[in-house]
């Protein structure tokens, strides 16, 4: 393996650090959406109103789903900053959620969704610089 390919891969494993990022949004998506769909059948937490049915939960999902594939396909430069800044906006979302969490599931649930946004914090932080990565080693 090539010194520059090397340097786009995780510590200690061969997983592109591109496909780390869209694994992340992956889980973090299906994660939300569980939860989601567990609120709505228990008709627990928060009353839904028309306004977060039709404004604000389909455009968390609709960037969620953006990030998974500009996270595979995206500028070097860019994925690596929407990767700190994106997390960070769904990082106050879900801290709220947890804060206002009673039931177990769903305080294991604002867990895991921090969880998931911390991890691609992280990764994106420490990713090399995409500058000196050239384009065929992502």
């Given amino acids: 393996m090539s010194e520059r390919h090397s340097q786009n891969q995780t510590p200690n494993s061969k997983t592109s650090t591109r496909i780390l990022f869209s694994a992340l949004w992956i889980s973090h998506f299906l994660l939300w959406s569980f939860g989601d769909m567990l609120t709505l059948l228990q008709e627990t937490g928060e009353p839904i109103t028309e306004t977060i049915i039709m404004v604000i939960a389909p455009s968390l999902a609709i960037i969620q789903t953006i990030m998974i594939v500009y996270s595979l ?6 994925v690596r900053w929407s990767n700190i800044l994106v997390p960070l906006v769904y990082l106050l979302f879900n801290i709220q959620y947890l804060a206002e969490s009673s039931a177990i599931w ?15 914090i992280w990764n994106a932080w420490k990713w090399r610089s995409p500058d000196t990565i050239g384009d065929d080693d992502l």
């Fill in 73 to 78: 396909r995206g500028a070097p430069r860019g």
């Fill in 106 to 120: 769903n305080i294991i649930l604002g867990f895991a969704y921090i969880i998931c946004n911390i991890m691609i």
